[in-house]
């Protein structure tokens, strides 16, 4: 399984950009989909997360400028990010929880590579 993120760049503050993050390979059911942030000298932490059913938690940072959506037919998350500020600057993850065979039960967190979302004041 892998998790391919696209999307970011370099915004001017009070823009916005679209992350999106498509998983492929031996997928039976993607649970949880959701996208981390790490910043230059700190730890990663959450920005917002999806079930497959489309229920949402958001970070307060971002509640009402970030906006996260999934495509399940495509296996792909997305990150509207609007209204952005210098201190969303950082690299964006995506990540999944996935079960990959209906045999098997256990289901695997997957992370993607990681994408620079760099916000100019």
């Known amino acids: 399984v892998q998790l391919q993120a696209s999307g970011g760049g370099l915004v001017q503050a009070g823009g916005s950009l679209r992350l999106s993050c498509a998983a492929s390979?031996?997928?039976?059911?993607?649970?949880?989909m959701g996208w981390h942030r790490q910043a230059p000298g700190k730890e990663r932490e959450l920005v917002a997360a999806?079930?497959?059913?489309?229920?949402?938690n958001y970070a307060d940072l971002v509640k009402g400028r970030f906006t996260i959506s999934r495509d399940n037919a495509k296996n792909t998350v997305y990150l509207q990010m609007n209204s952005l500020k210098s201190e969303d600057t950082a690299v964006y993850y995506c990540?999944?929880?996935?079960?990959?065979?209906?045999?098997?039960?256990?289901?695997?967190?997957?992370w993607g590579q990681g994408t620079l979302v760099t916000v100019s004041s």
């Open positions: 990540n999944a929880n996935i079960r990959y065979s209906n045999l098997a039960p256990n289901s695997y967190d997957y």
């Open positions: 390979g031996r997928i039976f059911r993607i649970n949880v």
């Open positions: 999806i079930t497959s059913g489309g229920s949402t």
